[in-house]
């Protein structure tokens, strides 16, 4: 199984669209999508600095941004297993299956990771390959020229948040960070992982 996380940047965009329809056409390997926050975080910031609320309210309400985008593209999705925990992934063992993971506060909180914006759904992500001991694919909106592994350029950019940056090397797991518009190549990339 490869776990792919869409960011939420591209929200909005017609590439959610196409990196579906590449899983859905890669009859090879099992995949969990998780979706990032999107607009719906990017909002939670701004209402937290005028609310004033705690870092940790802003946790929660971000877990449910990324909760929202995932259901926002649940029509695409058609065929997808729905899963609600992590558990819910040994349930079920057929050969090949599709699953979109809609995340949960709880869930999240054992995951052992600060519960503040130096962790958002990429350490998230980061944390269910970890768990299920799946490659991790993370889809950014950035854009690179080819496939490109966790590189020091990619973690002094600030591509992915300040957590993930500093414990990725504790992971066994193969992550690739690729590019919005590299959907055709998810079957390389795969093969890459395995």
């Known amino acids: 199984m490869v776990v ?10 017609k590439y ?10 890669n009859r090879s390997t099992s995949f969990l999508v998780i979706f990032g926050g999107g607009q719906y975080a990017n909002k ?7 609310k004033k609320y705690n870092d940790y309210e802003a946790h929660k ?17 058609k065929g997808f297993d729905v899963i609600n925990s992590l558990e819910d992934i040994k349930k079920n063992n057929k050969k090949r299956r599709l699953m ?10 054992g995951f052992n990771i600060p519960l503040n914006w130096s ?16 490659p991790l694919l993370l889809i950014k909106s950035i854009g690179f020229n080819k496939i490109k592994y966790i590189t020091a350029f990619f973690l002094k950019k600030n591509i992915l948040d300040d957590y993930f940056t500093s414990n990725y ?26």
Not at 16 to 25: A, H, T
Not at 169 to 194: A, E, G, P
Request: charged residues 25%; hydrophobic residues 40%.
């Open 61 to 77: 309400l971000a877990i449910d941004a990324m909760r929202k985008l995932a259901l926002d593209n649940l029509k695409t999705l």
């Open 100 to 109: 979109i993971w809609i995340p949960s506060v709880e869930e999240i909180n």
């Open 44 to 50: 939670i910031r701004e209402e937290q600095k005028i």
């Open 169 to 194: 090397l504790n992971s066994s797991q193969h992550i690739s960070l690729v590019s919005k518009d590299k959907h055709y190549m998810l079957r390389k990339i795969c093969k890459n992982f395995f």
């Open 16 to 25: 959610i669209k196409k990196w579906i329809d590449s899983i859905k056409n």
């Open 4 to 13: 792919v996380k869409i960011g939420g940047s591209l929200q909005s965009t």
């Open 119 to 134: 962790a958002t759904s990429d350490t998230i992500a980061l944390c269910v390959s970890k768990k299920t001991n799946s």
